[in-house]
Every structure is written in C-alpha cells, then in structure tokens.
C-alpha cells in the first residue's frame, strides 16, 4: 500500500508541514513529524477531517470534469478554500442537505445548461459544433481556470456575487454541479457554508449558473465552428478533451490559469487555449485565423485544435501557464532510495549537488553535519526536498518480508514444545541437568541420541516434547535478546541446593525477567546431606519466586542431577508451564526462526544452527538470515540425521547460506529467490551505510586520513605471535621505525592467537592488530570487522615492517607544489552588474582551468592572487579553456583587470611524503 507523507499532505493543502505535523499529533495521529508517513487510508481520514477536502476531491473532480461543464471545476476551487476553515459536523450537515436539495437543483441546472450549452458540447467533443453561439474562447478560459484551483474568474465572481445572500449557497451550487458525479466533493464544499443552503438551495444555484453561463457564453462564441479538420494533435492530447479543463485543472495550480479569465481579455482567451497550455506546455503555433478552428468531429484532439488560436493574445498565457503537471513528473523522477540512513555525501552525489550545498542546508535546519555523517530518513527527506527530490524509504523487500507472513493462508495452530534455556550459577548442576534429561529421552535408541552438536536439541520425554537451547552461558541469551530475538519460552534456573543463591544466580533471575521469560525452578543437589531446599526457596522468594505451596505461582522442583532424582518431575514442570503459556504455531506456514549459532565449515561452508519458530523448513526452500541468503541444501537434526523438514520448536542445522550470520539472526523463508537475494543485498547495503555512518577505526589503510583529523601522531599496535622470538623481533624493529612525527608504538603483545580481547582492546585504543604465523577464528574476524579493527597477518617480519612504513608515509603531511597550467592575456574588459569585472581573455599558452588559482600579472608584477570565479566561452560555463582560444575569467574579489593584464592560471599538486 503506497504510503503519503505528511509535509506532502500539508503541501497539498496550502498549510506549512509543522503545522500540520503539530496538529496530527494533538489529533493523535500515528505520526512523529512532518516526513512521517502515513497510508493511504489515513491520508483520506485527514484530508477529510483536517482539511475539509482534498487532493482526493482534486482527483474525482478531474473525472468529473471531463464529463461537466468548466462550472462543475470552478466549484471545486471554491469548495477547497472554503473546507480548510471548515469543521467535519458542518460539511456533513451541509452534504446531506445539498443531497435533499440536489434534485430540485438539477432542473435549475438544465435549464441554466441550455444558456450555456457551447461549453459541455465543445466539451463533448464532436457534439459540440452546434454548441457555441458565443464566442470560442469563453467557456475554455473559464473552465480551465476554475479548474486549476486557482479561483477562476468565474469561481471569483460567482462567490462575491452571491456571497451577501448566500455565500454558502453559491457554494453548493458549484458544488451541485460536482456532486452529481463526486459526491464527497460536494461534501467538504459545503463543509464552510452549508447553512445557507439550507436555506434557499433552489435560489442560490441560480446565480452562480448564470455567471459561468455568462462566462461561458462568451468563450464559446469565439469558438469558431466552422468545422475546418485541422490537423489532428498529437495523440497525448487525446482524451483531454473532456478534460481540457480538467488536466488544466490539475495541473495548472490555481494562479495563472484564473487570471485570463477574471480579466477582460478572458474572451479572446479560450479556456480552452489555457487548457492546452497547461497541458502540453509547449506554445502551439500562432497562425490560425480566428474565424476557423476547431474540427469538432474529430474528438479530442480537434478540440485541441483550437489552443493554437488562441496563440495570438496568448504570448503572456503561456509564460502563464504553470506547468504543474511537469512538476508532478519531476518529483516523482527525482527520487532517491534510502536505507536507514545515507550520508551527506551520498545524499549531495545522488541529487548532483556540491555536499557544501547539504551540510548548509542542514546547518539551516539545525544540524551540523560532516560529509561522511548519516542522516537518517527522515532528515534526508527534509533535506533533499529543498533540492527538489524526495526520498523513498527503501525498505521494501523488508516490509514485504513483514507482511508475507500476514498474507499468507495460514492453517490451523496447534500446540508446540516449548523452547528451554537452563541457568544457573556456576557448578550448580546445569550441565548435569541437561545431561540427566537427554537420558530421558524415549526417542534415542541404543545408537544415536541426541549429539548436542548443533547448540540446540529437543527432548521427546514421556510427558511431551521438549527443546533446550543450549548455548553457553548467560550472555549468550543476552546477545540474543540483544538483536531482538527471543526464542526461550521458559527458563529453568538450577540452583544448588547446598549452595543457595549465588551472584549468577541474580543475573539469571535478571535476564529471565528482563526478557519477560516465566522461570521454572531446578534445585539441585538435594541428595547431598547439607541441602537445604528450604532455603533456596526462601532466599530465591525475595526475588519475587514465591513457591506456589507458599501461595505464589512459581514452579519449583527438587532434583539431583546426580541420583537422576527430580528429573521427569521437572519435564512435567515444564510442560505444566508450557500449557500456561498455551505456546502454539501454525506448521504449515513458510518457516521463521532465529539463528541460534552458526559458523563457517571446513567442507560443508556456512552452517547455521536454526531454531524454527513458525511455520516448517524444507529442504529446498528459499531465505533469508541476517545478512545473507540462500537455498535450504540440507537439514541436519540435534542426532546428527538428515531431515526433509523441521517444524516449530525444532532445531535443524542448515546448509546453503551464502555467508556465515550471527547468532539471533532471523531466519526467514521467502518465496523464491530473487526475494531472497535481494533482501540480502539490501540488507549488507543497509549494513555498509550503517558501517560508514560510524566513525571509522584506524587501519594501515586510513592511517593517513586518520591521524591528519585527529593530529595523534601515534601508530599503536597489538602484536600476536605464534613464536616468543618473533614477538621481541618484530616489537623492537616497528618501534625503530618511528618518527620525530610518527611515533610506532605496540601496545600489547602475546603469543598465541588473536582473542576477541586483543579486538575490544584495540577498538578501544584505535591500534591496529598485527598477526604472524596467527590467523583470528571465524568468530574473532566477525568481531573485528564489528569493530572495524584492522587485523593483518604475516608471516616474514619484513613483510609486516614494510606495510607500517608505508602507512606512515601516508601519515607525513603532504607537501603541495604550485604548477602554472596556463597564462591568458586580457585583451578587453567588461563590467556585469553585480559580476564585477570580466576579463575578456586570449589564452596564449597552456590552459586555464575553471577550478585553479590565478595570479593577476602587471608588467611581470604579480598584483593579485587568488582564484577563478568563472570561465566562459561566448555565453557558456566550460571548465578548461586551451591555448589559443578565448575565453572570458572572472577573478573571485578582484575587479581591477586591466587590458594588457597577464592572468596564470596554477594548481596545486600534492608531492608524496617520505620519510
Ligand atoms: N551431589 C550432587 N552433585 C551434583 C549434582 N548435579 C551436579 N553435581 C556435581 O556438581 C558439579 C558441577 O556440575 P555441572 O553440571 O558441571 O554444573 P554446571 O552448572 O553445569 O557448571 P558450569 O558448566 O561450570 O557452569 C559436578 O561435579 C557434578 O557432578 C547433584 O544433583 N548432586
């Protein structure tokens, strides 16, 4: 469903964006500012509630239009000006009574139709010939201009005129017209003056029919319809007929189309030409005579004809005529595609503009930006449509993805396991717990079982089914929760009987709570002598377990891993939980999960772990996860068994991921796989636009850029090595390598591998990491690019030596060196108001750049320096000009050129730094 911003809701009807943004809100509209979004429905709830009409009345009157007479449009005008001001209560009493009053309207209308007959003929198309007894132009200027909003001259007149009787009632008469065919319109038309209506409905209409009338009478008559078949216009016309004032109307925008009309001139001026202007916007040829025009019978296109005519007076209309049409087809090609976020410079490069121009026009809405600085959506939407574009949120595969599995039929759900993370304080018995249950379960046979191998296995015990999450630790299931994933249904927090509540029991106690997850209590150990479960009880209370014997709802179970004691007591716990929490899902949906781990396999690629939430996996399925994509290869169970599918609750090892995702990715199935792909771009775009908009870390790489920001002169690293020798080797001769202006300086180092510690400690410092014969794991790579740590591995020292020299090269300030590119003679000079001087020059050697530095020469004497503000050649901006060749140059703040002048021309060229 297309969505439609506020500021473009505000723009429709004339009030500034945080004005309306300010009052959806008091209104309690879903919104957060002007460049929300809101769809379709709302946008017609608030046109109709906040504006008292709308673009969608623009819209039906267009249809409308095309059918009515110019009248109908002129109305429309009105009704909007009207309905801003105008309250919901009173423009549906007013709609129900112009309904009552409508029929009675309808014969006044006939009879007023008659006078102005021309008009709706003309319309009509090849009807129309008999139509105009008038004049050509009448009804044309008059419909076309109503039509464009703008208040028509007829739409003027017609309200004054019947104003101090019935203001309303002229209103509605137009609106009558309308309605007939727009019904809504009419409603918010009248929404400002339905009380007089009432009043006297047959009377008002009246008037305003006789003013058009007039107004139409005389354009028609100019319309000649001495039938001479003129040459056909081009097709685009077509169809427009009937709309010739209605594409004007849209179009056109109130002001200028109104104005031929209202004035005196609105004869000659055909509506029509006004349409046509409008429509096409280019000028048709004069030429015409008057007396023949249009060939009626031809349709559409005939009518168009007649535009042309209307070229003689016309020459003002055209600059006139405002082409919001083109407008309209501007915006909507003038869009760009925006992830989260997108950074000043990417914004100024895709709307072709100097990033200078954005950060001004941030800092004028209050926001300091540097080039490399993301703005989110919405600020790139306020942005950019001060540049004339607008911004598209481009998040639709993600919301497709939203919504597939909304659209999809889904069955019936029923009951699943639940899914259970054991907690508790180290020791306590959780390892031997889980161990306990896996012998449990009736499903193993004397060969197999349950492998443990894929971070997650389900239990089928005698009192149902059961699936442990696995994973190590609690901050496993925080980092989980931490991208948003929850998939534990319940936790089992053990708790050592003879031990009691200990520090990781509070965290897991915390983290349960946090994530809303209901806790089943273990304790354990109670075959040990100084058990005392009691206490447990009493102690774990005070964190709000009340044990359901004590009047609380917490369940609690007495276990001992050990002597297998407890342990089908607890599964029936779990189960008892599970049924409060009536966990169901719906198999036959398209699968969703969360990734529960996944890593990069030697022989068989990316591998991931995956917990199906919704829906069945099969074998042979599309999706996404994280970041990346794929085609489901094979499905490996928690017993090691090749599965064709896994329902809800069960964990499945994947394989035919295009990369390696992050534990509590979702995982989702889509419907094939472009979908797939490209969610998966989209997403590794968003992800690069995120990277890009944090400040980057330090790398050999940046080390230039890095420190010339920041003046640190320092170069700091973090040594790993397989070898003692190769530590000390290599730490004394990096060091050597510093500088009076670079220091090098190894900040930590260690044998063995790279740890994600070495990674936190130099994204902390900004050093960069230096490996020989040592590579980082899978995990500690994906860390590391998190991070944005460089991490570089040798394997000879000179190699790595030689790297960190050149990176500090690149930290030396660059030297800059002035190359003359060219020398231009001034052989005349002119003065351009508010330019200042031109030098009109000959370039006698070399070449003059739009971009250089220019130094003024008198007499071998430098007079001036500084640079080029413009180079033209004849009257165009060029960017070089070559010898031989004149040119005009500005010089910027110097207008003391003289003739005889020498003007070089230089730029700067960087010189490469060593040390
Ligand atoms: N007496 C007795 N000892 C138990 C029981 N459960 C576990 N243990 C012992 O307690 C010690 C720790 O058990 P684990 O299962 O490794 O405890 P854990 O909570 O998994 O420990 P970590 O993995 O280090 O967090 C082991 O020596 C077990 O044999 C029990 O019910 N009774």
Same mark, same amino acid.
């Given at each position: 469903?297309?969505?439609?911003?506020?500021?473009?809701?505000?723009?429709?009807?004339?009030?500034?964006?945080?004005?309306?943004?300010?009052?959806?809100?008091?209104?309690?509209?879903?919104?957060?500012?002007?460049?929300?979004?809101?769809?379709?429905?709302?946008?017609?709830?608030?046109?109709?509630?906040?504006?008292?009409?709308?673009?969608?009345?623009?819209?039906?009157?267009?249809?409308?239009?095309?059918?009515?007479?110019?009248?109908?449009?002129?109305?429309?005008?009105?009704?909007?000006?009207?309905?801003?001001?105008?309250?919901?209560?009173?423009?549906?009493?007013?709609?129900?009574?112009?309904?009552?009053?409508?029929?009675?309207?309808?014969?006044?209308?006939?009879?007023?139709?008659?006078?102005?007959?021309?008009?709706?003929?003309?319309?009509?198309?090849?009807?129309?010939?008999?139509?105009?007894?008038?004049?050509?132009?009448?009804?044309?200027?008059?419909?076309?201009?109503?039509?464009?909003?703008?208040?028509?001259?007829?739409? =003027?007149?017609?309200? %004054? *005129?019947? &104003?101090?009787?019935? /203001?309303?009632? $002229?209103?509605?008469? @137009? +609106? #009558? !017209?309308?309605?007939?065919?727009?019904?809504?319109?009419?409603?918010?038309?009248?929404?400002?003056?339905?009380?007089?209506?009432?009043?006297?409905?047959?009377?008002?209409?009246?008037?305003?029919?006789?003013?058009?009338?007039?107004?139409?009478?005389?354009?028609?008559?100019?319309?000649?319809?001495?039938?001479?078949?003129?040459?056909?216009?081009?097709?685009?016309?077509?169809?427009?007929?009937? =709309?010739?004032?209605? %594409? *004007?109307? &849209?179009?056109?925008? /109130?002001?200028? $189309?109104?104005?031929? @009309? +209202? #004035? !005196?001139?609105?004869?000659?001026?055909?509506?029509?030409?006004?349409?046509?202007?409008?429509?096409?916007?280019?000028?048709?040829?004069?030429?015409?005579?008057?007396?023949?025009?249009?060939?009626?019978?031809?349709?559409?296109?005939?009518?168009?004809?007649?535009?042309?005519?209307?070229?003689?007076?016309?020459?003002?209309?055209?600059?006139?005529?405002?082409?919001?049409?083109?407008?309209?087809?501007?915006?909507?090609?003038?869009?760009?595609?925006?992830?989260?976020?997108?950074?000043?410079?990417?914004? @100024?490069?895709?709307?072709?503009?100097?990033?200078?121009?954005?950060?001004?026009?941030?800092?004028?809405?209050?926001?300091?930006?540097?080039?490399?600085?993301?703005?989110?959506?919405?600020?790139?939407?306020?942005?950019?449509?001060?540049?004339?574009?607008?911004?598209?949120?481009?998040?639709?595969?993600?919301?497709?993805?939203?919504?597939?599995?909304?659209?999809?039929?889904?069955?019936?759900?029923?009951?699943?396991?639940?899914?259970?993370?054991?907690?508790?304080?180290?020791?306590?018995?959780?390892?031997?717990?889980?161990?306990?249950?896996?012998?449990?379960?009736?499903?193993?046979?004397?060969?197999?079982?349950?492998?443990?191998?894929?971070?997650?296995?389900?239990?089928?015990?005698?009192?149902?089914?059961?699936?442990?999450?696995?994973?190590?630790?609690?901050?496993?299931?925080?980092?989980?929760?931490?991208?948003?994933?929850?998939?534990?249904?319940?936790?089992?927090?053990?708790?050592?009987?003879?031990?009691?509540?200990?520090?990781?029991?509070?965290?897991?106690?915390?983290?349960?709570?946090?994530?809303?997850?209901?806790?089943?209590?273990?304790?354990?150990?109670?075959?040990?002598?100084?058990?005392?479960?009691?206490?447990?009880?009493?102690?774990?209370?005070?964190?709000?377990?009340?044990?359901?014997?004590?009047?609380?709802?917490?369940?609690?179970?007495?276990?001992?891993?050990?002597?297998?004691?407890?342990?089908?007591?607890?599964?029936?716990?779990?189960?008892?939980?599970?049924?409060?929490?009536?966990?169901?899902?719906?198999?036959?949906?398209?699968?969703?999960?969360?990734?529960?781990?996944?890593?990069?396999?030697?022989?068989?690629?990316?591998?991931?772990?995956?917990?199906?939430?919704?829906?069945?996996?099969?074998?042979?399925?599309?999706?996404?996860?994280?970041?990346?994509?794929?085609?489901?290869?094979?499905?490996?169970?928690?017993?090691?068994?090749?599965?064709?599918?896994?329902?809800?609750?069960?964990?499945?090892?994947?394989?035919?991921?295009?990369?390696?995702?992050?534990?509590?990715?979702?995982?989702?199935?889509?419907?094939?796989?472009?979908?797939?792909?490209?969610?998966?771009?989209?997403?590794?775009?968003?992800?690069?636009?995120?990277?890009?908009?944090?400040?980057?870390?330090?790398?050999?790489?940046?080390?230039?850029?890095?420190?010339?920001?920041?003046?640190?002169?320092?170069?700091?690293?973090?040594?790993?090595?397989?070898?003692?020798?190769?530590?000390?080797?290599?730490?004394?001769?990096?060091?050597?390598?510093?500088?009076?202006?670079?220091?090098?300086?190894?900040?930590?180092?260690?044998?063995?591998?790279?740890?994600?510690?070495?990674?936190?400690?130099?994204?902390?410092?900004?050093?960069?990491?230096?490996?020989?014969?040592?590579?980082?794991?899978?995990?500690?790579?994906?860390?590391?690019?998190?991070?944005?740590?460089?991490?570089?591995?040798?394997?000879?020292?000179?190699?790595?030596?030689?790297?960190?020299?050149?990176?500090?090269?690149?930290?030396?300030?660059?030297?800059?060196?002035?190359?003359?590119?060219?020398?231009?003679?001034?052989?005349?000079?002119?003065?351009?108001?508010?330019?200042?001087?031109?030098?009109?020059?000959?370039?006698?050697?070399?070449?003059?750049?739009?971009?250089?530095?220019?130094?003024?020469?008198?007499?071998?004497?430098?007079?001036?320096?500084?640079?080029?503000?413009?180079?033209?050649?004849?009257?165009?901006?060029?960017?070089?000009?070559?010898?031989?060749?004149?040119?005009?140059?500005?010089?910027?703040?110097?207008?003391?050129?003289?003739?005889?002048?020498?003007?070089?021309?230089?730029?700067?060229?960087?010189?490469?730094?060593?040390?």
């Amino acid at each position: 469903m297309s969505r439609v911003r506020v500021y473009e809701l505000a723009k429709e009807a004339g009030f500034k964006s945080k004005e309306l943004a300010d009052k959806l809100i008091a209104l309690g509209y879903p919104i957060k500012s002007h460049s929300s979004t809101v769809d379709e429905a709302t946008a017609a709830e608030i046109r109709r509630k906040v504006f008292g009409s709308g673009t969608i009345e623009v819209g039906e009157e267009r249809i409308t239009v095309r059918k009515k007479p110019a009248v109908v449009r002129t109305k429309v005008t009105t009704v909007r000006r009207r309905s801003r001001a105008e309250k919901e209560e009173t423009a549906r009493k007013a709609e129900e009574e112009l309904l009552a009053a409508q029929a009675s309207l309808e014969e006044e209308k006939a009879a007023a139709a008659k006078e102005r007959v021309a008009e709706p003929e003309v319309r009509e198309e090849s009807e129309a010939p008999a139509v105009t007894p008038e004049g050509e132009t009448t009804e044309a200027g008059a419909a076309p201009e109503a039509v464009e909003g703008t208040p028509p001259a007829a739409g =003027a007149e017609q309200e %004054p *005129a019947s &104003a101090p009787e019935v /203001p309303a009632g $002229a209103g509605e008469v @137009a +609106g #009558k !017209g309308i309605r007939e065919e727009d019904p809504e319109t009419t409603g918010k038309e009248t929404g400002g003056s339905a009380q007089p209506i009432a009043e006297e409905p047959p009377v008002q209409p009246a008037r305003p029919e006789v003013k058009r009338a007039k107004g139409l009478a005389r354009v028609v008559g100019k319309v000649d319809i001495k039938v001479e078949p003129e040459r056909p216009r081009p097709q685009r016309r077509t169809g427009r007929l009937q =709309a010739g004032g209605a %594409p *004007a109307v &849209a179009d056109a925008g /109130p002001g200028p $189309a109104a104005r031929p @009309a +209202g #004035k !005196g001139k609105g004869k000659k001026k055909s509506v029509v030409d006004a349409g046509g202007d409008n429509g096409f916007g280019k000028p048709r040829k004069k030429g015409g005579r008057k007396g023949r025009k249009v060939d009626f019978s031809r349709g559409d296109e005939a009518e168009f004809v007649r535009y042309r005519k209307k070229k003689k007076k016309g020459g003002a209309r055209r600059d006139k005529t405002p082409s919001a049409p083109v407008a309209e087809t501007k915006a909507i090609k003038k869009r760009i595609k925006v992830f989260e976020t997108i950074t000043v410079g990417d914004l @100024a490069k895709r709307m072709g503009v100097k990033a200078s121009e954005v950060i001004a026009q941030l800092m004028g809405l209050g926001v300091m930006a540097t080039v490399n600085q993301a703005l989110d959506v919405d600020t790139a939407t306020l942005v950019a449509a001060d540049f004339g574009y607008e911004v598209e949120q481009g998040m639709t595969e993600e919301i497709e993805i939203m919504q597939l599995q909304e659209q999809e039929e889904g069955g019936e759900e029923q009951p699943r396991p639940p899914v259970v993370t054991v907690m508790g304080h180290v020791d306590h018995g959780k390892t031997s717990i889980l161990d306990a249950i896996r012998k449990t379960d009736v499903a193993s046979g004397e060969a197999g079982g349950i492998t443990q191998h894929i971070g997650a296995y389900h239990v089928q015990a005698s009192s149902g089914g059961v699936t442990f999450v696995d994973t190590p630790g609690h901050a496993a299931f925080t980092e989980m929760r931490s991208r948003g994933a929850q998939v534990t249904d319940i936790v089992v927090l053990v708790v050592a009987a003879d031990d009691g509540v200990m520090d990781q029991t509070r965290e897991a106690i915390a983290h349960a709570k946090a994530a809303g997850v209901p806790i089943v209590v273990a304790v354990n150990k109670i075959d040990k002598d100084n058990a005392d479960p009691e206490r447990v009880k009493r102690e774990l209370g005070e964190f709000g377990l009340i044990p359901e014997e004590w009047g609380g709802d917490t369940i609690y179970c007495e276990t001992s891993a050990k002597r297998n004691i407890g342990i089908d007591e607890l599964l029936e716990n779990i189960q008892l939980q599970a049924e409060i929490l009536e966990l169901k899902a719906d198999p036959s949906r398209k699968a969703r999960g969360t990734v529960i781990e996944a890593q990069l396999h030697k022989g068989r690629g990316p591998v991931a772990t995956v917990l199906v939430q919704e829906g069945t996996l099969r074998v042979g399925d599309y999706f996404v996860a994280g970041l990346y994509s794929g085609k489901v290869r094979s499905l490996t169970n928690d017993r090691g068994e090749q599965v064709r599918e896994a329902g809800p609750a069960m964990p499945v090892e994947v394989q035919g991921l295009s990369g390696v995702p992050s534990a509590g990715d979702e995982f989702v199935v889509v419907k094939d796989e472009k979908m797939a792909k490209s969610v998966s771009a989209s997403r590794q775009l968003k992800a690069r636009e995120t990277e890009l908009a944090s400040a980057s870390k330090v790398s050999l790489d940046n080390l230039f850029e890095k420190i010339a920001e920041q003046e640190v002169k320092e170069l700091r690293i973090i040594l790993r090595a397989d070898v003692q020798g190769t530590l000390e080797a290599f730490g004394q001769a990096a060091e050597k390598l510093s500088t009076d202006e670079i220091r090098v300086r190894v900040l930590h180092e260690g044998t063995g591998s790279i740890t994600e510690n070495d990674i936190h400690l130099a994204a902390a410092s900004d050093a960069i990491i230096i490996g020989f014969n040592v590579r980082p794991t899978v995990k500690v790579k994906e860390l590391a690019e998190r991070e944005q740590v460089d991490v570089r591995s040798y394997d000879v020292i000179y190699h790595a030596l030689e790297d960190i020299q050149k990176a500090m090269v690149g930290m030396l300030e660059p030297t800059y060196e002035e190359q003359v590119i060219g020398t231009a003679e001034v052989r005349e000079t002119f003065q351009v108001p508010k330019v200042g001087t031109i030098a009109g020059c000959f370039v006698i050697d070399g070449k003059i750049e739009r971009n250089a530095g220019v130094r003024v020469l008198r007499d071998g004497v430098v007079i001036y320096n500084g640079k080029i503000a413009s180079l033209r050649r004849f009257k165009d901006d060029v960017k070089e000009v070559q010898s031989g060749y004149e040119c005009g140059i500005g010089v910027e703040n110097f207008n003391d050129i003289k003739v005889g002048d020498h003007l070089e021309a230089y730029t700067m060229i960087e010189v490469e730094a060593t040390l």
